[in-house]
């Protein structure tokens, strides 16, 4: 069974540090797909990024960058020069090729707090 | 509206009564998702649809009844509510994973308070 772990609960960081977000996931299928959620205070959820399996070039969106590694089996997320509006809960997700409606399985969220 | 709205935005209720979540999409999207949202458990999902009649169970659907009579509706019943069930829930829709369909669309979330 599909499974992504963000081992880390709560992170703290000081306005303009760079910070990077863990995600390793867990499938036995060789097509899946790899997102991230933000969730800001306000509560909706935000998509940021999709990677299909067999695309492992880092990306790049302005001062967001995404690393995916398959011989780790991790998807990991970089803030670079963090500011204060990026506080809010981020999610990790898999979305196996079975099924086909990206039905999505979320890691437990890391809460990214951003002090000025 | 074009998009995914769900309703109410916040719901109060007590132990026992049954209560139904609504949500709504007009993109025409196939697939359409319920997941809850618990400290410590990220978002996990209760039930999910392929299609108008076509419902099936995610991961933690004990408790909760879904229909899916028109394709832009899926809402979502607890039979009875229990303290547990206290929870934010999303409702979400999807295009599929083919081509163009890049991402599953969340509404805005309940919060339901079980007293």
């Known amino acids: 069974a599909q499974k992504v772990t963000q081992a880390q609960t709560e992170i703290s960081v000081v306005e303009k540090e760079d910070v990077t977000l863990d995600c390793v996931y867990e499938?036995?299928?060789?097509?899946?797909?790899l997102f991230w959620y933000k969730q800001p205070p306000s509560g909706e959820l935000v998509f940021l990024i999709r990677?299909?399996?067999?695309?492992?070039q880092n990306e790049i969106s302005g001062r967001y960058s995404w690393n995916f590694q398959k011989s780790t089996s991790s998807f990991n997320f970089t803030i670079t020069a963090s500011q204060v509006v990026d506080s809010a809960v981020y999610f990790c997700?898999?979305?196996?090729?079975?099924?086909?409606?990206?039905?999505?399985?979320f890691g437990g969220g890391t809460r990214l707090m951003v002090k000025p | 509206d074009a998009g995914i709205t769900q309703s109410p935005r916040y719901k109060i209720t007590e132990t026992g009564r049954q209560v139904t979540l609504m949500c709504h999409q007009t993109?025409?999207?196939?697939?359409m998702f319920w997941y809850r949202q618990d400290l410590g458990h990220g978002l996990r999902l209760i039930y999910y649809?392929?299609?108008?009649?076509?419902?099936d169970k995610g991961e933690v659907p004990d408790g909760y009844v879904v229909s899916r009579s028109k394709t832009e509706n899926f809402p979502l019943t607890l039979e009875s509510a229990t303290r547990s069930q206290t929870s934010v829930y999303f409702c979400?829709?999807?295009?599929?994973?083919?081509?163009?369909?890049?991402?599953?669309?969340f509404g805005q979330g309940t919060r339901l308070t079980v007293v």
């Open positions: 990677r299909n399996s067999f695309d492992e």
């Open positions: 649809s392929a299609a108008a009649d076509i419902t």
């Open positions: 979400a829709s999807s295009g599929g994973q083919g081509l163009g369909n890049t991402e599953a669309f």
């Open positions: 997700a898999l979305s196996e090729a079975r099924n086909a409606g990206n039905m999505l399985t």
């Open positions: 993109w025409s999207h196939s697939y």
């Open positions: 499938t036995r299928d060789t097509t899946y797909y």
